[in-house]
């Protein structure tokens, strides 16, 4: 009765046109809730196994369990003895240090190979540095001298300009000749793609040819 009518508050809690939603008419009793009185008295019917399956059942049963007690018996017989051998402290003691020594030994090696690759990875990486700094030294000296070279090309080319400069003894002859030879730096192009050079200059006609 309690679950209709949560049922009914919550259906009345949604809008009347629910076409997208599916109800769940039957659901899992919850656990903490008690027997249902039409099912308190229900006593459910005694399977009915027939006599061969029960036989087989048993027998069954009876090879499992003698199969478990063997196994029992042999792992406590096997760890019982283990476990009386580690009383003794003599022989624990002895069994330790024989440990102790196996694994050092194993230590040692192991060190050992892993101290011979780093000196191959040190000698190799060593090699490299060293083949990469006199690459490097070559391409410095060989930039030194480009530059160098450049800078002579430069000095060369200065040393031959210095003739052209204007001194200021040569002034006055400088300002004469620039007013005697005046120089148009103006230009056009014709339709033929040539060059005229000077702002008042007139192009030469072209002579017409006789056939």
């Known amino acids: 009765m309690l679950r209709i009518i949560s049922n009914l508050r919550l259906l009345n809690s949604f809008p009347e046109n629910m076409h997208n939603c599916q109800p769940v008419r039957w659901r899992r009793k919850p656990m903490w809730l008690p027997t249902a009185k039409s099912k308190v008295f229900r006593v459910p019917p005694r399977p009915q196994i027939s006599e061969e399956e029960d036989n087989e059942l048993k027998r069954l049963n009876n090879n499992y369990r003698t199969a478990m007690n063997s196994i029992r018996r042999y792992l406590t017989n096997r760890y019982s003895v283990k476990l009386q051998a580690k009383a003794d402290t003599e ?3 002895k069994a330790f240090e024989e440990d102790l020594a196996r694994c050092k030994a194993i230590n040692d090696e192991w060190n050992a190979e892993l101290e011979k690759v780093r000196n191959e990875r040190i000698a190799k990486q060593l090699e490299e540095d060293i083949k990469f700094a006199e690459n490097r030294k070559l391409e ?8 160098l070279a450049q800078a002579e090309e430069i000095v060369r080319k200065e040393k031959e300009l210095v003739g052209t400069f204007i001194t200021p003894e040569m002034l006055d002859e400088a300002i004469e000749n620039a007013i005697n030879n005046p120089v148009d730096y103006n230009f056009a192009i014709d339709l033929e793609g040539n060059k005229i050079l000077g702002r008042e200059t007139t192009p030469v006609e ?5 056939q």
Request: positive net charge; aromatic residues 0%.
């Open 140 to 147: 410095l000296l060989k930039r030194e001298e480009e530059m």
């Open 206 to 210: 072209k002579a017409q040819v006789k």
């Open 91 to 93: 022989q624990l003691k």
